[in-house]
Structures are given as C-alpha cells and as structure tokens.
C-alpha cells in the first residue's frame, strides 16, 4: 500500500489548523503528515492539539519552497502532496488522485479545485483550467500557470530527477517546478475539484504582485526557447 507524505509549508496563518485537520481526516489512511514551520511567530498554538498526529518541524524563515523541500527530504512516503496552510483538502483527496495516478501509471497528475473565503464559503466550484492536450497546455505554460500546487500529487522519486524547488524564487517556486517537469514527465490531469483554495487579502498572490510579476517575466524569458522545441516536437509526432 504506497504512502503519501503531504506537507504543509506554515508562516504565520491562522487557518493551520483547518489544513491539517483536511489531512487528517482522509479516507486514505496510509498517510503521513510533515508540518514545516518557517520561522512562525503568530498562531503556533494552532498546531499544539496536533502534535501527536503529525511531524512538526521548525526553521528559519526562508520561504515556502524552503520549507517545502525540508517537508521533501524529511518524507518516507513513495507519493509527495503539497498542502499550503490556508487550503483545505476534500477528504478523498489522496485516494482518488493515487488511484487516479496508478490507472494512469502516472509521475505527476494535478486536479480541479474550488474557491472559498475566508468563511469557508464556496465561491466558486471549479475554477482549474484543463487543456486539450500537451501543445495546449505547453503553449498555456509559456505565458501563465494555471497548475494549483496544492492540487499536485508526484512520485517522490521526481524530485530525485529534476531536483527541489527552487529557494530563490518567493512567489513561482511551483511554476518554475511544472517548467522543468514538463520537459521530463506527463502531466495528468483530474477533473474533479479535490481541494478548496481559500482567497483572502494576506496570501502571498496579493501581498507580493509586483515581485511575483518580475519572477514570472524571469521564467518566462528563461524556459520559452525550450518550450518552443517541446511544441514542436508535438506537432512532428500528430504529423
């Protein structure tokens, strides 16, 4: 029965608890639960009544893909699950994308996903984008992610592959990710909505537009000569 590790990066957010309590409740049981707290000083105590269901460990603040990649190295599970500490995973999260990936013999798979406020109210219910195929989505990549991170279940041995989130970037660490992964892997995609990905005022998207703006121009510039040749490797191979 393969193990899923899902990490959950934590800086300061008062709906921690909410995340793991998502993780905790899968129908999948054969999980475990890595909470990296990354340089936290506000809203710890959040944590405190799940101490004894989870592994928690503390560093410095350096951001989420460094927390991240201490969460990957730390994990004993065969499939990796990022939770960010402001979403909610629906309870058959796990079971339905691995039995989904394991159909599909698949690397890496990502799913729909819903929107919710800060009051847990569901705002929107789909709100992932699906592509027809590989040219679509390479041709979409090439201007915008609409890949959700929290939505991504990978084999762990991936990042063996093509290695760890990048710690320079603050704000695409997970588009920068689904760049190189593309070159390397398929990309399978779920329809069905399997996490609620909570829009408020202090995530990371609103409160740094500008450098995430910067950050996406800097990838953009860096992979588009690449995914250019993998298009067109696509459209010689429907010829």
């Excluded at 506000?42 to 944590?47: T, Y």
Aim: glycine share 4%; proline share 2%.
């Amino acid at each position: 029965m393969s193990k899923v590790s899902i990490i959950i990066p934590f800086y300061n957010c008062p709906f921690i608890d909410q995340a793991i309590k998502s993780a905790l409740d899968q129908t999948y049981h054969n999980v475990e639960i890595i909470v990296v707290n990354d340089g936290s000083t506000k809203f710890i105590e959040k944590i405190n009544p799940f101490q004894n269901q989870i592994r928690y460990f503390e560093k410095q603040n350096g951001g989420t893909a460094s927390a991240l990649n201490l969460g990957i190295k730390k994990a004993t599970g065969d499939y990796f699950a990022w939770l960010s500490s402001d979403d909610i995973f629906d309870k058959n999260k796990v079971s339905t994308q691995l039995g989904f990936m394991k159909e599909n013999n698949a690397y890496i798979s990502y799913t729909n996903y819903s929107l919710i406020n800060t009051h847990n109210q569901l705002t929107v219910k789909m709100a992932g984008k699906s592509f027809k195929d590989k040219i679509d989505l390479l041709t979409n990549l090439r201007s915008e992610n609409h890949i959700n991170g929290c939505t991504v279940m990978m084999k762990r041995q991936v990042f063996s592959s093509i290695g760890f989130f990048n710690e320079k970037l603050k704000c695409t660490q997970d588009y920068d990710f689904w760049l190189r992964a593309v070159q390397n892997y398929e990309l399978y995609y779920l329809h069905e909505p399997l996490v609620k990905y909570r829009v408020h005022d202090q995530m990371g998207t609103r409160r740094f537009t500008d450098l995430l703006l910067k950050e996406v121009r800097f990838l953009q510039q860096k992979y588009n000569h690449k995914l250019i040749q993998l298009i067109n490797q696509e459209r010689k191979g429907q010829i």
